[in-house]
């Protein structure tokens, strides 16, 4: 299934987070990832990301999409992630 | 239709960016928003959006969706806004 997801986290754990993120999804922007996930995958990626995330602070939305319901995304602004985000 | 915005911007500016999601949109995480918006109220949207952004570093994401395709939102760890987030 299409899948977006967006994480809001303190900035000590971003780096972890974001390398969790890069294994399983696309980096469309600094926060912002997307990409195709099987049932399973989904579950996998969740249990790392939970993993890296200090739950009383730090928060991650999961948007999931039936196939054929893929949204449009446009972009305002500085889209594109900037080098320092790619680590 | 239905729309999800998501933002990174330098911290100087996210509350004035966090003020103008709030008059177009529900907060459903820190940097996320989520809301029903004519065209019309988008371009104005976009036009109170980019009036506050600095574009050379901050950007904003908008996905948008046909009616009858609201994406299923799946929320891991902290997921509402903490009462610091709301000016």
Redesign the interface.
């Known amino acids: 299934m299409h899948v977006?997801v967006?994480y809001?986290t303190a900035a000590e754990r971003n780096p972890r987070i974001l390398r969790t993120c890069r294994k399983y999804l696309h980096h469309?922007?600094?926060?912002?990832f997307e990409g195709q996930l099987s049932a399973a995958q989904l579950r996998r990626f969740?249990a790392a990301?939970?993993a890296v995330?200090?739950?009383?602070?730090?928060?991650?939305?999961?948007?999931?999409?039936p196939p054929g319901?893929a949204?449009?995304?446009?972009?305002?602004?500085?889209?594109?992630p900037t080098p320092t985000d790619i680590l």
Chains 1, 2 share one sequence.
């Open positions: 977006i967006v809001d469309v922007q600094r926060s912002v969740r990301v939970e995330l200090d739950l009383s602070y730090d928060s991650v939305t999961v948007y999931s999409f319901t949204p449009v995304r446009h972009a305002w602004g500085a889209a594109e």
